[in-house]
T-cell receptor, first 112, second 111 residues
Framework: DTEVTQTPKHLVMGMTNKKSLKCEQH?????MYWYKQKAKKPPELMFV???????INESVPSRFSPECPNSSLLNLHLHALQPEDSALYLC???????????FGNGTRLTVT | GQQLNQSPQSMFIQEGEDVSMNCTSS?????WLWYKQDPGEGPVLLIA?????ELTSNGRLTAQFGITRKDSFLNISASIPSDVGIYFC???????????FGTGTRLTIIP
């Protein structure tokens, strides 16, 4: 079982909807990550939070808005997404911002 | 973004065979990682390597950190059906929060 928990497992949303993805870890890790993965491709980094502060934004469109309420929680707020945003969204954590990263099982997002 | 060159892209083997795959980079990494991903799930960490030349085993899996720090190898001995999946290598450097992923090797076991 993964120690990084993501909800929901699946999400279908329209282009005008607002939804949120949630991630939780209780390993005491101080860095948390959002990755996007398209089919048959490796994960692509979106955001990194280190000690609850946003440290990396990989030029992600503003329709994706991350939030780190505390060191155990990470959210990704979604608004006005496009069909091409459909993908597996993975959350990960690491002890202090260095490898290895531990991944959750992802949220499979479909934008209609 | 940058990707590591991982080969082979796919492998079709029979149960019981040994498997070898590798990952190469044009730049140096201080840490090499190997992950396995099953359909619909997240990548699971298999082995982490922190020192050039290091050889580390995890059950039937053995990985090596290349001496040049620009490559890494993963071997699986006596493959079993649950070994099916996509294997990703990843590299990182100290003080850098980013992982650079390989392009993946898809392993299929032929009945």
């Amino acid at each position: 079982d993964t120690e990084v928990t993501q909800t929901p497992k699946h999400l279908v949303m329209g282009m005008t909807n607002k939804k949120s993805l949630k991630c939780e870890q209780h390993m005491g890790h101080r860095a948390m990550y959002w990755y996007k993965q398209k089919a048959k491709k490796p994960p692509e980094l979106m955001f990194v939070y280190s000690y609850e502060k946003l440290s990396i934004n990989e030029s992600v469109p503003s329709r994706f808005s991350p939030e780190c309420p505390n060191s155990s929680l990470l959210n990704l707020h979604l608004h006005a997404l496009q069909p091409e945003d459909s993908a597996l969204y993975l959350c990960a954590s690491s002890q202090d911002g260095r490898a290895p990263l531990h991944f959750g099982n992802g949220t499979r997002l479909t934008v209609t | 973004g940058q990707q590591l060159n991982q080969s082979p892209q796919s492998m079709f083997i029979q149960e019981g065979e040994d498997v070898s795959m590798n990952c190469t980079s044009s730049s140096i990494f201080n840490t090499w990682l190997w992950y396995k991903q099953d359909p619909g799930e997240g990548p699971v960490l298999l082995i982490a390597l922190y020192k050039a030349g290091e050889l580390t085993s995890n059950g039937r899996l053995t990985a090596q950190f290349g001496i040049t720090r620009k490559d890494s190898f993963l071997n699986i001995s006596a493959s079993i059906p649950s070994d099916v999946g996509i294997y990703f290598c990843a590299g990182s450097n100290f003080g850098n929060e980013k992982l650079t992923f390989g392009t993946g090797t898809r392993l299929t076991i032929i009945p």
